[in-house]
């Protein structure tokens, strides 16, 4: 005994196309079709634009005037309207994962006044034509890309897929020359004196400027709710790395390990993918080797050994700063890294910032 299987097509646009298609095949005008279905103008527009339903009375003057079944007619209404009531559904849940207040108090998003127009402009914010696209590129960046953190990184997955592309966006209005790995590398040592810089309107636009002379366009973006990356390291392509930070901390040494941790993925694992960092200890070989990059980079070897020495003492941490060139937070920082203080020694030596709204 054979078992039929009913065809079920997913119809994803209006009857009306289905009708539209047949009167241009048949060059039927507008006006002549809704004489022949004894319909006036605007209830023939409403039919065609999906909405006013098809009832089973139009049906039959479909069928009467343009062919195809009854039960044709009334399916293909039925199908639209099912299959639009679910995608409706599934963009109401889509838009409850992303971070929206957020998106529109940051400026990533101008405020909709329609649910229908809030997916539609998250889907230009995202550059993808539908939520299902998002969900292949955006919406797994957690699976596709290592998330170098301890099991205590809870991020949201639309969240981290906001904040990720609003330093896409931020990296495209960054005129940069090309990624030249060399002349990065050469750039940091002498970046260690801004962390000495108090201001961060100095020291963030002269980042972004040294940083695009050698092909990163850095950015500094606050992290939406639900999202708790500290940095992100990514090349865009062959002629330009991107370099995010969240000032999520807000205190020196955590921002400028952050920047040396994320420089030290661009340099030694950037063909790896994206590197997306909680600052939380990991335990990947990539994600020590960039603590260790960014360490001697802001406490250069030959002077390890003192660092190691330096005891709770604020003057002597002041004076090993200046001698140095960083800041006494770093120091006290990588104290603390070190675990040769404890997180609550010395943090009165760092210095603290706040976002302004």
């Not at 809030?118 to 919406?139: H, K, M, N, T």
């Not at 290592?146 to 099991?151: C, D, K």
């Not at 200046?322 to 943090?347: E, M």
Request: net charge positive.
């Amino acid at each position: 005994m054979s078992t039929r299987t009913a065809f079920r097509p997913k119809w994803s646009s209006a009857p009306g196309e289905t009708i539209r298609d047949l009167l241009t095949e048949r060059c039927i005008s507008i006006e002549e079709f809704s004489l022949g279905i004894e319909e006036t103008i605007q209830r023939t527009m409403e039919i065609l634009e999906g909405r006013s339903a098809i009832t089973i009375g139009v049906a039959r003057k479909l069928e009467r005037f343009l062919g195809a079944s009854v039960q044709f007619w009334m399916t293909r209404d039925f199908q639209f309207r099912e299959d639009a009531q679910k995608q409706s559904k599934a963009a109401l849940e889509w838009l409850r994962e992303l971070p929206l207040s957020d998106m529109v108090r940051f400026g990533w998003l101008k405020p909709a006044p329609l649910p229908s127009e809030e997916v539609a402009s998250c889907l230009q914010f995202f550059d993808v034509p539908s939520i299902s696209e998002w969900r292949s590129s955006y919406g797994t960046y957690q699976r596709a890309y290592a998330l170098r953190t301890s099991p205590s990184f809870d991020s949201s997955p639309g969240a981290l897929a906001a904040w990720l592309r609003a330093g896409e966006i931020a990296a495209a209005s960054i005129r940069c020359g090309p990624w030249n790995p060399q002349a990065f590398h050469a750039l940091l040592p002498g970046l260690r004196a801004l962390t000495r810089e108090k201001n961060p309107d100095v020291f963030l636009l002269e980042l972004r400027k040294l940083c695009a002379s050698a092909g990163v366009a850095f950015a500094v973006l606050r992290c939406p709710s639900g999202c708790r990356a500290s940095g992100a390291a990514r090349l865009l392509d062959s002629k330009q790395a991107l370099l995010l930070l969240s000032f999520r901390y807000l205190s020196d040494d955590q921002f400028w390990f952050s920047f040396f941790h994320e420089a030290g993925h661009l340099l030694l694992h950037a063909d790896r993918g994206v590197f997306i960092d909680g600052l939380e200890v990991g335990s990947s070989d990539e994600e020590r080797e960039a603590n260790e990059f960014a360490g001697k980079v802001l406490v250069p070897e030959d002077v390890q050994h003192e660092l190691l020495q330096l005891q709770l003492d604020h003057r002597a941490i002041i004076r090993f700063a200046s001698r140095i060139g960083v800041s006494p937070g770093i120091v006290v920082g990588q104290l603390q890294h070190r675990r040769r203080i404890t997180p609550r020694q010395l943090n009165a030596l760092k210095r603290r910032y706040r976002w302004s709204e």
